[in-house]
């Protein structure tokens, strides 16, 4: 028999790189994936699955949802999903080996294999209600599997869920799937970045995949590992136990957003003392213990994962009474909004003390660049806030929708108070319009065509109300450049003191 590290499939790391397997629990039986159905057809199903199909195309891939719109978007020239990259990809293979179908019992009978990528919202109501994650539709997904499932399954969780989900899952197939349907729990969670995700997906840092230790759990992670096989390093596909692969995700991300509080922290101390946070930032990232990424201070962080996840890690925490873990992680979020609280209060100290009746130009209202995706987005706290204060708003951002920036405003079903917002709020279709009579402007995302080398600052300043105020909450602009046009500028992390030693 040839050594287990030279085999041409199976669960992948080489032997003297492994962590969490023994040597011979690679060399196994394993069945070879043909046909893969992902449940939920959002910002990780959608994009996850249609890179499978590009790089396998000898596996059939079906992406199901029961939102007949969303399907409908998937199929048509307009995705609904705004990703570099994503748009030639899906159009490379939808229709050859890429489907996507609101017909979900034929696509689970049908599959080998069954990624569960539903949403998994921060709990609204009931016991953890604002911290624990809402695992209904999980539950759901889960539940239909087993009454549809007339054969073997690998059902794994793609979805960012608390630890031990996989053992609930298990429990519900195993309690109501059909005679002679054996089904098996991988954990394999995303670590995409939102703008770059498709790179992220072609060129991954590591694949997790977390099995039971047993021959039928090693069998399905070693499946599942050739199908990334197929164009990801062996080296850099990981296999583990199913508790550790699901906390490693909450792990990542709670880390991640702890690097961007902690550099936010830091911005408070140097407009305070006139250090300037980038080149703070810049002397500690040439720290090889520390690296220079995520140290980029800004008016806080945003996205799906962030906040979801720490607030997730807080429940669980306090859930396994351990109160100093939960208050420690609740903090990371804390500084998060404090940060967003101390900006805004930056402005209203600017602009003479009162917005009431002021024009600000909010340029941006996705969570960052280079996504349309809004969830927790800064700008949408930042706004609520200018419109307590009794501003007028005028918001431009390049992909957001128009109707999504109303929903995310409006909040319905709980402020519902339409009529109201829109006589304070404008939309846009340039940052020339939104800062036109403009008493301010506030840069929210970090759009590439905001930065002074792209936008036309002298063009914006003539038409501004004077003295004519930026505020930058993502340190993407010259300061001094546009100061020279005239401009008062105001940037996260450095003193609004002249530095004098006279």
């Given amino acids: 028999m040839a050594p287990v590290d030279s085999l041409p499939s199976g669960a992948v790391t080489p032997a003297s790189e492994r962590l969490s397997r023994p040597l011979d629990s690679i060399d196994i039986p394993h069945k070879r994936v043909t046909k893969i159905c992902c449940i939920g057809a959002g910002y990780v199903g959608g994009p996850t699955c249609a890179v499978i199909a590009y790089k396998c195309p000898h596996i059939t891939v079906t992406i199901v949802d029961l939102n007949q719109a969303r399907i409908d978007a998937w199929n048509s020239d307009e995705l609904p999903i ?11 293979v939808r229709g050859k080996n890429l489907f996507f179908s609101t017909d979900v019992d034929t696509a689970i009978k049908e599959a080998d294999l069954i990624f569960v ?14 911290f624990a994650a809402d695992l209904g539709y999980v539950e759901s997904a889960t539940r ?9 399954k690998i059902v794994v969780e793609k979805s960012t869920v608390p630890c031990r989900t996989a053992q609930s899952m298990r429990k519900i197939l195993d309690s109501n799937g059909k005679p002679g349907a054996r089904f098996d729990i991988l954990s394999n969670p995303e670590f995409l970045a939102e703008g770059t995700a498709i790179r992220d997906l072609f060129a991954p840092d590591r694949v997790l995949i977390g099995s039971l230790d047993t021959a039928n759990g090693r069998a399905a992670a070693a ?9 990801v390093p062996r080296k850099q596909v990981i296999t583990m136990n199913l508790w550790s692969s699901e906390l490693s995700k909450l792990a990542a991300n709670a880390l991640l957003a702890q690097r961007i509080s902690s550099i936010n922290a830091l911005s408070a101390i140097c407009e305070a003392t006139g250090a300037d946070v980038d080149e703070v930032s810049y002397a500690v990232g040439l720290d090889s213990r520390i690296g220079p990424k995520f ?26 009474h351990l109160p100093d873990v939960a208050e420690y992680w609740r903090q990371v979020v804390e500084m998060n909004e404090s940060q967003k609280r101390r900006f805004t209060q930056h402005i209203i100290s600017s602009l ?3 917005l009431t009746g002021k024009r600000l130009a909010v340029l941006g209202f996705a969570f960052k660049k280079d996504t349309g995706d809004t969830r927790e987005s800064a700008a949408i706290t930042l706004i609520k806030y200018f419109r307590q204060e009794q501003a007028k708003i005028a918001i431009y951002d390049p992909k957001v929708e128009e ?4 929903y995310d405003l409006a909040e319905p079903g709980v402020v519902d108070d339409v009529t109201a917002l829109k006589k304070q709020v404008t939309i846009t279709s340039s940052a020339y319009e939104a800062a036109e009579g ?5 840069i929210c995302t970090e759009w590439d065509e905001f930065r002074d080398t792209k936008l036309d600052y002298e063009k914006i300043y003539a038409t501004m109300n004077k003295p004519a105020f930026i505020f930058d909450g993502r340190l993407i602009l010259n300061q001094k450049k546009l100061e020279k046009i005239g401009f008062k500028v105001e940037c996260i992390g450095r003193s609004r003191l002249e530095e004098s030693f006279e």
């Fill in 438 to 442: 403009a008493d301010a402007v506030v």
């Fill in 295 to 320: 140290l980029k201070a800004s008016v806080g962080f945003g996205g799906s994962c962030f906040q979801k996840d720490i607030l997730n890690l807080v429940y669980l925490s306090e859930s396994l």
């Fill in 403 to 406: 109707s999504q920036i109303w």
């Fill in 144 to 152: 239909h599997i087993a009454k549809v499932a007339v054969s073997d």
């Fill in 82 to 92: 705004y990703e570099p990259g994503l748009d030639e990809v899906v159009k490379a």
């Fill in 117 to 130: 990528s539903v949403n998994t919202p921060t709990k609204k109501s009931g016991v953890g209600k604002g």
């Fill in 223 to 231: 499946s599942l590992a050739d199908v990334y096989g197929n164009w």
């Fill in 352 to 354: 003479f003390n009162t």
